[in-house]
């Protein structure tokens, strides 16, 4: 097949569709691939249209040029695809991880993620919660049926503040295009973020680290080109035992990570919203305990009622998620 004959091009190295398995068996695709179906399927579930309305960083800004969860997902899955046809792998997996890594994402960004994870006694990541969306919630509980690759990439997409390589290589994604996603995320959130405080005017040009100016660059666009193409260069001589980067350039994208968290995260007037927020989704969750069946969906059986619940104010927008605090909170009169 043409299809099989385009995937033999790739590096050895790299994943192939015609190896992949699904949960479920199914017909395979004259015209795709299995990564491009699970790529397609992602980008049409209702949960990829939903980011558009949620949080990065910045809550309900004014601008119409800040980040959503949306648009740093494509803003990742552009890197990443530009860092797996230089090291020639395959670009098709690649993007439906970087489409989906997201897609388990709370309203509010983390501060929403912080407060899912206090309600509950079986805690609540992202990353897993993405892969919960895509294997038991999307398409009325049956789930898109991806493949073990792309799942895989999804549930191990994230770092936080931990270290961009772990310790443990069971920590890493399974295929180079699930590290390549991994380490795009941070590439694109850290560059982004940095962008978007700028415009918000929370930092200014010379609050960035010195250093990091001098090795990566002064603009948005010269520190990605500087750290793709030292990504890109590293792994080729590390002959892709993994998806890597020098010393000097991790430690200059730490040190902006770090930079972010102390002056744009943790910021004071974030730490108000993180109250704020906390009191409109602890509202929620204790509203819908009390009358689930007028809200939760009936699926995933035979999931308790409570992690259902997690799964509704997850899947919601910031707006539906405000509009829903107002409804229970307000006078009928007043909204």
């Given amino acids: 097949m043409q299809l099989e004959r385009n995937e033999e091009r790739l590096d050895p190295r790299a994943a192939r569709s015609t190896r992949s398995h699904k949960q479920r068996a199914e017909k395979k695709s004259p015209v795709r691939t299995e990564f491009q179906r699970d790529r397609d399927r992602i980008l049409h579930s209702k949960s990829f249209r939903r980011l558009k309305h949620k949080t990065q960083v910045f809550i309900a800004p004014e601008g119409d040029h800040f980040r959503t969860r949306l648009t740093h997902t494509l803003e990742v899955s552009q890197i990443a695809r530009t860092i797996a046809r230089a090291l020639n792998m395959n670009e098709d997996l690649t993007e439906a991880i970087a489409l989906g890594h997201d897609i388990g994402h709370t309203p509010f960004g983390h501060i929403g993620e912080k407060v899912?994870?206090?309600?509950?006694?079986?805690?609540?990541?992202?990353?897993?919660?993405?892969?919960?969306?895509?294997?038991?919630?999307?398409?009325?509980?049956?789930?898109?049926?991806?493949?073990?690759?792309?799942?895989?990439?999804?549930?191990?997409?994230?770092?936080?503040?931990?270290?961009?390589?772990?310790k443990e290589i069971s920590k890493l994604p399974d295929t180079l295009e699930g590290q390549i996603v991994r380490i795009s995320d941070l590439i694109a959130y850290v560059n982004h973020d940095i962008d978007d405080a700028l415009r918000a005017g929370v930092i200014i040009e010379k609050d960035i680290p010195v250093s990091s100016q001098r090795v990566l660059g002064k603009t948005f666009a010269k520190r990605i080109d500087t750290i793709v193409i030292d990504v890109i260069n590293r792994s080729m001589e590390n002959n892709l035992k993994t998806i890597f980067m020098s010393e000097e350039i991790q430690?200059?994208?730490?040190?902006?990570?770090?930079?972010?968290?102390h002056r744009v995260y943790w910021r004071k007037e974030t730490r108000e919203s993180r109250d704020k927020i906390r009191k409109i989704l602890v509202t929620i969750f204790e509203e819908i305990k009390k009358q689930p069946e007028k809200y939760v969906n009936p699926f995933p059986e035979p999931d308790p009622i409570e992690k259902r619940i997690i799964d509704f104010i997850a899947g919601m927008t910031d707006r539906y998620a405000l509009n829903l605090y107002k409804k229970i909170s307000l006078p009928i009169y007043i909204w």
């Fill in 116 to 166: 899912m994870n206090d309600l509950t006694d079986f805690g609540f990541k992202h990353s897993e919660q993405s892969l919960r969306v895509v294997d038991r919630i999307e398409y009325h509980g049956k789930g898109l049926n991806l493949t073990d690759e792309v799942r895989n990439g999804i549930l191990f997409h994230s770092k936080g503040m931990g270290p961009i390589y772990p």
């Fill in 251 to 261: 430690n200059e994208l730490i040190s902006l990570r770090e930079f972010l968290y």
